[in-house]
């Protein structure tokens, strides 16, 4: 089921891929406690799975709950090839950074 959910994501992802991505890498229930509205749900250790849909040069942010595993899942995007990555920390900081509502499923 956890492919299928992430196969999912990247399809939607690719859909959007020149835009800017915004990916919240918290679990599935972080998530749906609460996440940045038009966010995206992938945790960080699957993050690599997005290589196969988005473009190296697109835009990514990410977030997490302290900015630990969102920093993570930016060192391991780098180490792929992807240039504008950047760790925009914590949900309120995220959330402050990129102008945008926090929003519950």
């Given at each position: 089921?956890?492919?299928?959910?992430?196969?999912?994501?990247?399809?939607?992802?690719?859909?959007?891929?020149?835009?800017?991505?915004?990916?919240?890498?918290?679990t599935e229930k972080e998530y749906q406690s609460g996440h940045i509205e038009n966010a995206?749900?992938?945790?960080?250790?699957?993050?690599?799975?997005?290589?196969?849909?988005?473009?190296?040069?697109?835009?990514?942010?990410?977030?997490?709950?302290?900015?630990?595993?969102?920093?993570?899942?930016?060192?391991?995007?780098?180490?792929?090839?992807?240039?504008?990555?950047?760790?925009?920390?914590?949900?309120?900081?995220?959330?402050?950074?990129?102008?945008?509502?926090?929003?519950?499923?």
């Amino acid at each position: 089921m956890k492919v299928f959910y992430i196969s999912l994501i990247l399809f939607s992802l690719n859909v959007f891929s020149d835009e800017i991505l915004i990916i919240d890498v918290r679990t599935e229930k972080e998530y749906q406690s609460g996440h940045i509205e038009n966010a995206s749900n992938i945790e960080w250790q699957d993050i690599s799975l997005i290589q196969e849909s988005i473009k190296k040069d697109t835009k990514i942010y990410l977030y997490c709950r302290s900015g630990n595993r969102s920093q993570k899942a930016t060192d391991i995007l780098y180490k792929l090839g992807y240039k504008d990555v950047l760790n925009i920390g914590g949900l309120d900081e995220a959330a402050i950074f990129l102008n945008k509502k926090i929003v519950n499923d």
